[in-house]
C-alpha cells in the first residue's frame, strides 16, 4: 500500500519567514495530494490540494508543488502569520470512486510572534 | 462549519462497553469515511461507505463495524473497548465517484473524543 513520509515533525519559525514542509510517497499510481490543516482540538480542514497533472498552485500565502519523478510533494507558507500556528498534515492517495487518503505522521508549525 | 456533524462531542465509557458514534454528511455528499486518531498514530482511515454500500475497508478491528442509513448518515460503533481505543474519531463526507474535481475533497466534522477507562 502507499505509504507517506512528512518532514519535519516540527517546525518553528519567527513571524513573517516562510515554513516549507515536505512529503515523500511510495505509490506512483497516488494522483491526488491534498494538505490539511488541524488546530489544537478542532477537524482538519483542507487548504489546498494538488493533482498530479499539475506541478504548482498557489493560493494566496499557501503553495504546494509536486515532483512526480521524485515522488515527493511540499507546502510552502509565506509571510507566516501566529494563526498560522497548527498541525499541517499531507496526504497521497489514488483518486476516483474511493479515494482513501494514506496520511503523513504531520507537522506541528509554530509561528513566534 | 464544514456542515459535517458528529455526535456525541465526547464520550466517556469503560473497559469491555460497546458506543456509537453517529455521523450526517453534508448535504449532497453521498461518501461518508471514518477516520480514527490518536496521538501516536496520526490520522487512521478506517472505513468508508458510499450511497449505503461499504465502499473500502483500511485498519478497522473486527471489533468495530459501521453502517450508513437511506438517509446518508452514518454509525460507527466500536464494540468490546479497550484502554488503546480512546482516540478522536472523525468522519468526513465527500460527493463521492462523481468523475470530477469535487469527489477528492473530503470534509471533516468535529470529530468525537471517546475516552476509555
Same mark, same amino acid.
Given at each position: 500500500g502507499e505509504n507517506v513520509e512528512q518532514h519535519p515533525s516540527t517546525l518553528s519559525v519567527q513571524e513573517g519567514d516562510s515554513a516549507v514542509i515536505k512529503c515523500t510517497y511510495s505509490d506512483s499510481a497516488s494522483n491526488y495530494f491534498p494538505w490539511y490543516k488541524q488546530e489544537l482540538g478542532k477537524r482538519p480542514q483542507l487548504i489546498i490540494d494538488i493533482r498530479s497533472n499539475v506541478g504548482e498552485? %498557489?493560493? /494566496?500565502? =499557501? @503553495?504546494?508543488?509536486?515532483? %512526480?519523478?521524485? %515522488?515527493?510533494?511540499?507546502?510552502?507558507?509565506?509571510?507566516? /502569520?501566529?494563526?498560522?500556528? @497548527?498541525?499541517?498534515?499531507? @496526504? @497521497?492517495?489514488? !483518486? !476516483? !470512486?474511493?479515494? =482513501?487518503?494514506?496520511?503523513g505522521r504531520g507537522t506541528s508549525l509554530i509561528v513566534h510572534p | 462549519d464544514s456542515g459535517v456533524t458528529q455526535t456525541p462531542k465526547h464520550l466517556i465509557t469503560a473497559t469491555g462497553q460497546r458506543v456509537t458514534l453517529r455521523c450526517s454528511p453534508r448535504s449532497g455528499d453521498l461518501s461518508v469515511y471514518w477516520y480514527q486518531q490518536s496521538l501516536d498514530q496520526g490520522l487512521q482511515f478506517l472505513i468508508q461507505y458510499y450511497n449505503g454500500e461499504e465502499r473500502a475497508k483500511g485498519n478497522i478491528l473486527e471489533r468495530f463495524s459501521a453502517q450508513q442509513f437511506p438517509d446518508l448518515h452514518s454509525e460507527l460503533n466500536l464494540s468490546s473497548l479497550e484502554l488503546g481505543d480512546s482516540a478522536l474519531y472523525f468522519c468526513a463526507s465527500s460527493v463521492g465517484s462523481s468523475g470530477n474535481r469535487l469527489s477528492y475533497e473530503q470534509y471533516f466534522g468535529p470529530g468525537t473524543r471517546l475516552t476509555v477507562t
Open positions: 498552485k %498557489k493560493d /494566496q500565502r =499557501i @503553495a504546494v508543488t509536486l515532483n %512526480k519523478t521524485a %515522488k515527493h510533494f511540499s507546502l510552502h507558507i509565506t509571510e507566516t /502569520q501566529p494563526e498560522d500556528s @497548527a498541525v499541517y498534515f499531507c @496526504a @497521497a492517495s489514488m !483518486g !476516483g !470512486g474511493s479515494y =482513501i487518503p494514506t496520511f | -
